[in-house]
Nanobody, 124 residues
Framework: VQLQASGGGLVQTGASLRLSCAGS????????MGWFRQAPGKEREIVAA????????YYADSVKGRFTISRDNAKNTVYLQMYSLKPEDTAVYYC??????????????????WGQGTLVTVSS
């Protein structure tokens, strides 16, 4: 599967932003989808993940209650709705896909396909 992330930008603290990740190829609903981020000088970290049909979700503690992951398998797209953004959310955000049967998958090493990344900058 090929992934194309979009929706990043420069926003102020407290603003909202929605990221999208469009997948190409068959059987998009067979993939667990995840959003990761990497801030300058920091390691990549999981932000959120969503199961095949979207019935299960996982969130990093740092974004619980502020971010929402969702997917539309008819459109081969996964979303990350971000609310109440903070400067510490500044990072390059990547979407990723993994074909598998285990849930959840929260390590980047467990994902085989990656999008190109979209930059989110939150100014204070």
């Amino acid at each position: 599967v090929q992934l194309q992330a979009s929706g990043g930008g420069l926003v102020q603290t407290g603003a909202s932003l929605r990221l999208s990740c469009a997948g190409s190829g068959p059987s998009f609903s067979s993939y667990i989808m995840g959003w990761f981020r990497q801030a300058p000088g920091k390691e990549r970290e999981i932000v959120a993940a969503i199961s095949w049909a979207g019935s299960r979700t996982y969130y990093a503690d740092s974004v619980k209650g502020r971010f929402t992951i969702s997917r539309d398998n008819a459109k081969n797209t996964v979303y990350l709705q971000m609310y109440s953004l903070k400067p510490e959310d500044t990072a390059v955000y990547y979407c990723a896909a993994e074909w598998g049967t285990q849930w959840p998958k929260v390590s980047g090493d467990e994902y085989d396909w990656w999008g190109q990344g979209t930059l989110v900058t939150v100014s204070s």
